[in-house]
């Protein structure tokens, strides 16, 4: 192997893979459920010390900047569009423990960043607990907050995990992170060419749920839980921090019935759980007697294991009646609404112009310009292009000759 | 496949028309000899045509994906000329009853004659059928599935014995098992064998994508000898079996080979070869490693850390592959996930004391390689790139078996996009159900098998396209991705291939 750079080596820094404008949505069809995701950057949060962090998201028509961005909720089977526009700068969205195509799994390398707008569309066929995310300089995007939830109900909607599953009463759905504020005075790309932007240093300060930093997490509406005894309330447990979590359940009784969208076939009960980063735990508590009890998720160092931080939450369990045969349940309140900032300042390039072949649509949208420019160097798409054809050319000459020997 | 039976029939009528004439054998009526070669092959014909078509599927319902196709052909035209002489010869009394044939000179027994023809036949159609082979091969020289993983499971323990006893920084290759191949080696005994494996503790440099080379310390199967690339060094046996390691250190310290709860040398000091013997363990997948220089949590092992370590795969003894929902392992594939921390190895060249508390990687691997490397291994045959020892490329239903290894001392977060994995063992436990998973926890020193099902994505709303999907595997402890500072050029990085 040279010891010389290689001439790939800039993994994410000169991407042979395409950022497209307005790219198309392959056998495109009728959507039973919509959703749109424009891209924000100047979402600020005023921390319990007082600190503003600015955070970067995907909002809809309604929902103005969120952390984490919007839930989005489905049920199973449904046919999903979600529309992309991050009209300033590339990004992607990946719908984490969807199977879609690579066209609709949000991987730059395995398909294209998008620049105007772009429709995923996928058809869900697991119930549970999932969520998404910009998978562009994935690190950096996934700490400025852009992620949210996904939940796929069974056909017949809330109130089961999945088709037979467990009834519930009350659910909560908690993505746990933790910001570093140093990453969040970053540029879009930063790190992106493999340079050393100080994106292996991780430094957390602040441990949040749903946007809510400890220790507001106690009191706060979107995150405590009131309920009374008997009845269920479930858990969607979401890691979309970095480190490992583990979870301690303060003596409620905990039972695990499901991870990564697929129910366990051995459900456990736990007195406490470790979430790897991106994991995800349905896990049903239900308490047997009043009470007031304490959820800590501790924060551990992925290499030394020592706890980092707590977020520590409140459940205040009330003596009352069973809850009625077909009640629905109270389902997660969603995310923490931002203040909207001051735009960053306007980019110097963006998508429009850099290459007259992808580009065809005009970057319209709002006047936030990126915090980073499109990378686009005038030159390298070019060069490069020649040699994406020749990879696509040569792609459909394999299944043919496979297939004749198929038959043989 | 007809052309295989006609020329089968054909060839192998013209044999056996020919000794028996020269022997001296009569028909009533009796045509003339090329006219009754022609004839008595065309009825062979049919004979030949189930035979063949007998055989076709007998190596289908053996053929094991990934292997190189000119094996299963050879076999297939073998086992085709033994089936159509069998059966040729089996219905000889019925063609000499028919047709009142009387044999020249002293007529055989029964069963000799009969075994006689078989024999006769085979030794006209081996030929016809090698040359047939080789036709097949020339006009057809990609491998049956070069796209997908290259090592089979074994389909019966003796078939593959012989390939589990190779050892060899080029992985899985080894494990390679063709059917058709494997035919000679069922008559193998099932005894209970010894693998001899002689490493060597090396240390020298490295170099990663950046070009920044980094000293480490390996375990490898030559004296003097680096691995650039790769996992190091894999140990495959059967469970029960004997293995017997001869570990020399060629370095200036002392180092040590150990699977904890299965063999520990102890020091070995510079210059000497310690011996150690022990059984293959309970089926699974092991780290063995130099335990020296190991804090009270083994997760910080300076010695492992530094690049002592590597795999010891113990193979179930009935020799079954694992499957997913009825469909067996075609392929396996070993992960040896790494992190490489250039500063330790500055103190490693300079002999100087490490402290644990310090590790600090720049670099997280798979296999021996990180970002695009990781991604696009480097194919182990040049003629069949696809395959590769790490990035499974199969067709849907083409389960693969992966058995990852944390060798880091950090904890990953092994995602997978386009198919939930099912894991099927933990740290040695084999999970009975199996638990449907695209995050994958791995602590530290971690082994955990999974079966990648290749099964068409299930959330694909649109008709596929035509053309291999690339799907990412990349681990979400994001700061293994960004290891370096940047993005992804230093991270931990994989992924798969599937044809819709």
Redo the contacts between chains.
């Keep these: 192997m040279s010891p010389a750079l290689p001439d790939d080596a800039g993994y994410g820094c000169r991407p042979d893979w395409p950022q497209l404008s307005n790219p198309e949505t392959h056998g495109r069809l009728e959507p039973d459920v919509r959703f749109l995701r424009k891209v924000f950057n100047n979402g600020d949060l005023v921390m319990p010390d007082g600190e503003t962090v600015r955070f970067w998201g995907f909002e809809d028509e309604t929902s103005g900047p969120t952390l984490p961005s919007p839930t989005m909720r489905v049920r199973r089977g449904q046919l999903v569009h979600v529309v992309l526009r991050p009209s300033t700068s590339v990004h992607t969205i990946h719908h984490h423990g969807i199977e879609p195509d690579p066209r609709n799994d949000g991987v730059g390398h395995t398909s294209f960043e998008v620049g105007s707008e772009y429709t995923y569309q996928f058809r869900p066929s697991r119930a549970g607990t999932f969520f998404y995310h910009c998978h562009v300089n994935t690190a950096l995007h996934v700490q400025m907050g852009m992620y949210g939830a996904l939940i796929v109900d069974p056909p017949e909607g809330p109130g089961r995990v999945f088709e037979g599953g467990p009834r519930y009463d009350v659910e909560r759905v908690w993505a746990t992170s933790m910001v570093d504020p140093r990453w969040h005075e970053m540029s879009h790309g930063a790190g992106l060419c493999g340079g050393d932007a100080g994106l292996n240093r991780f430094d957390p300060k602040y441990f949040m749920i749903n946007g809510v930093a400890h220790p507001q997490t106690r009191t706060s509406e979107r995150v405590k839980i009131d309920a009374r005894a008997g009845q269920t309330i479930l858990l969607r447990l979401v890691n979309a921090g970095y480190f490992p979590q583990r979870y301690r359940f303060g003596g409620l009784p905990t039972e695990v019935v499901a991870s990564d969208g697929v129910p366990l076939v051995d459900p456990f009960a736990a007195d406490s759980l470790l979430l790897a980063p991106a994991e995800r735990y349905d896990c049903l508590i239900r308490p047997t007697r009043a009470g007031k009890f304490t959820i800590a998720v501790e924060f551990e160092d992925w290499i030394y294991r020592d706890v980092v931080g707590v977020v520590e939450t409140t459940v205040t369990v009330a003596e009352g009646p069973p809850p009625e045969p077909g009640t629905p349940p109270e389902l997660d309140p969603g995310p923490t609404p931002l203040n909207q900032g001051d735009a960053p300042s306007p980019s110097a390039s963006s998508l429009e112009g850099a290459s007259g072949t992808e580009a065809p649509g005009a970057v319209t949208g709002s006047s936030h310009g990126p915090a980073h420019p499109v990378r686009r160097p005038a030159k390298k798409p070019k060069k490069k292009k020649p040699k994406k054809k020749k990879a696509r050319k040569k792609a459909p000459r394999k299944p043919r000759r496979r297939r004749g020997r198929g038959r043989r | 496949?007809l052309g295989l039976a006609l020329a089968l029939a054909y060839g192998g009528g013209l044999a056996l028309n020919v000794v028996h004439t020269a022997e001296g054998g009569h028909e009533r009526n009796e045509p003339p000899w090329v006219l009754h070669w022609f004839l008595d092959a065309s009825l062979a014909l049919p004979v030949a045509v189930m035979a063949v078509l007998a055989s076709s599927a007998l190596l289908r319902l053996r053929r094991p994906v990934g292997a190189d196709f000119r094996r299963p052909a050879a076999a297939f035209a073998g086992l085709s000329a033994l089936t159509v002489s069998v059966s040729v010869a089996l219905s000889a009394p019925l063609h000499a009853a028919a047709f009142g044939v009387r044999h020249g000179g002293e007529e055989p027994g029964f069963i000799a004659h009969l075994l006689r023809d078989a024999a006769l036949g085979l030794a006209g159609n081996l030929p016809i059928a090698a040359v047939f082979c080789s036709i097949l091969v020339l006009i057809?020289p990609?491998p049956?599935a070069a796209?997908a993983a290259p090592a089979v499971p074994p389909t019966s323990r003796a078939a593959t014995r012989r390939d589990f006893l190779k050892v060899g920084g080029a992985g899985m290759a080894v494990a390679t098992v063709a059917a058709g191949a494997g035919l000679a080696r069922l008559a193998e005994p099932a005894e209970a064998g010894q693998v001899d494996v002689a490493l060597w503790v090396n240390q020298g440099d490295v170099?990663m994508?950046?070009?920044v080379?980094v000293f480490r310390w390996q375990f490898t199967d030559a004296p003097g000898k680096l691995d650039?690339?790769g996992r190091g060094v894999v140990i495959s046996a059967v469970a029960g079996d004997t293995v017997a390691v001869a570990v020399t250190n060629t370095l200036d310290e002392p180092h040590s080979f150990a699977i904890d709860g299965v063999v520990d040398s102890g020091p070995i000091a510079p210059g000497q070869t310690a011996r150690v013997s022990f059984e293959a363990p309970a089926p699974g997948t092991y780290l063995y490693r130099d335990r020296l220089n190991e804090p009270a949590n083994p997760w910080f092992g300076a010695n492992r850390l530094l690049g002592l370590y590597g795999v010891l795969i113990s193979h179930p003894t009935d020799g079954k592959p694992s499957s997913f929902e009825g469909r067996p392992v075609v392929a396996e594939f070993v992960w040896v996930m790494s992190s490489i921390c250039p500063a330790w190895g500055e103190q490693a060249r300079a002999n100087r004391a490490i402290d644990t508390?310090t590790?600090d990687?720049?670099y997280f691997t798979i296999n021996g390689r990180s970002?695009?490397?990781a991604?696009?291994p480097p194919p182990l045959d040049p003629a069949h790139p696809h395959l590769n020892d790490t990035v499974p490329h199969g067709?849907v239903g083409e389960t693969a078996l992966i058995r990852m290894v944390n060798a880091t001392?950090?904890?990953?977060?092994a995602?997978f996009?386009?198919?939930?994995v099912r894991v099927i063992a933990v740290n040695g436990l084999a999970l009975p159900?199996?638990?449907?998973?695209?995050?994958?926890?791995?602590e530290p020193m971690d082994r955990k098998d999974v079966l990648l099902p290749f099964e068409f994505?299930?959330?694909?709303?649109?008709?596929?396209?035509?053309?291999?999907?690339?799907?990412?595997m990349h681990c979400?402890?994001?700061?293994s991705?960004?290891?370096?500072?940047?993005?992804?050029?230093?991270g931990m990085l994989s992924?798969w291939v599937i044809?819709?």
């Design positions: 496949m057809r990609r049956i796209r170099a994508i950046d070009g080379k650039q690339d508390r590790f990687p720049r970002g695009t490397r991604v696009h067709r001392a950090s904890t990953h977060a995602h996009h386009g198919n939930h159900h199996g638990i449907d998973k695209d995050v994958v926890l791995m994505p299930l959330d694909v709303a649109a008709p596929p396209q035509d053309e291999p999907w690339h799907f990412p979400h402890s994001e700061l991705q960004s290891a370096g500072g940047g993005l992804y050029p230093s992924g044809e819709p």
